[in-house]
């Protein structure tokens, strides 16, 4: 799997747009990138995966460059029960591809 | 059910017992994966089975740790001789399928192990 970089924490406040890059500089052609989202004393949850451009579900949305290097999750107006860890993965679709290799992911911290 | 189920919640235990830990995975799922998180610590993969099969034992830390699964439902993870470095939350997922459109896994809750 591609390694991926991402930032260890992000603080917030409530209603504000949050977005977390995550920089994956050595993505192959046939992979994707997917977010996962954990709460305390919770497994990982999937929020959303794209190839490119730009995708967008009733959670967040997720904005991919033409050169695919980086991706950015956008969480819009979040709340309080949006503090959590925010997991970026790249992998391809396959059955060969089926350990998810979390990172420590980005502690997002929500603030009132 | 509705989701990923994995019980116990919690296990203290003394180093030297062996402990078992158990999921049941979403009603139709063929694919389910063990992983071990500690504090603070991403997701280290441990085991996949595929039906009842275990194709791919590679994360299984040493031979004190074993799993298996029966039915094509139901699995179990067991740790021979715990020592206190097993000590972490492990977390069960389960798939449709290995190969699904999105590779989407469905986590349980996980169970705390912690070896005094």
């Known amino acids: 799997l591609a390694k991926t970089t991402q930032p260890i924490s992000m603080d917030s406040y409530e209603g504000q747009e949050v977005n977390i890059t995550c920089s994956h500089n050595?993505?192959?052609?046939?992979?994707?990138i997917t977010w996962y989202q954990q709460f305390p004393s919770q497994g990982p949850r999937f929020i959303i995966q794209g190839y490119k451009t730009k995708v967008t579900n009733e959670v967040a949305s997720l904005f991919i460059p033409a050169d695919r290097k980086s991706s950015t999750l956008s969480l819009p107006r979040v709340s309080l029960s949006d503090t959590a860890v925010y997991y970026c993965l790249v992998g391809s679709r396959s059955s060969n591809d089926y350990k998810l290799s979390f990172g420590a992911g980005t502690t997002v911290t929500v603030r009132a | 059910g509705a989701g990923v189920s994995q019980s116990p919640s919690n296990k203290v235990t003394e180093k030297g017992k062996d402990v078992e830990l158990r999921c049941d995975p979403i009603s139709g799922h063929t694919a389910l994966y063990w992983y071990r998180q500690s504090l603070g610590q991403g997701l280290e993969f441990l085991i996949y089975f595929q039906g009842n099969s275990a194709p791919d034992k590679s994360g299984l830390p040493s031979d004190r740790f074993s799993a298996e699964r029966t039915g094509g439902s139901v699995s179990t993870l067991t740790i021979q001789r715990t020592q206190q470095e097993d000590s972490a939350v492990y977390l069960c997922a389960s798939s449709l399928a290995a190969a699904v459109i999105t590779n989407e896994q469905f986590f349980g809750p996980g169970t705390r192990l912690t070896v005094l």
């Open positions: 050595n993505i192959a052609t046939n992979d994707y």
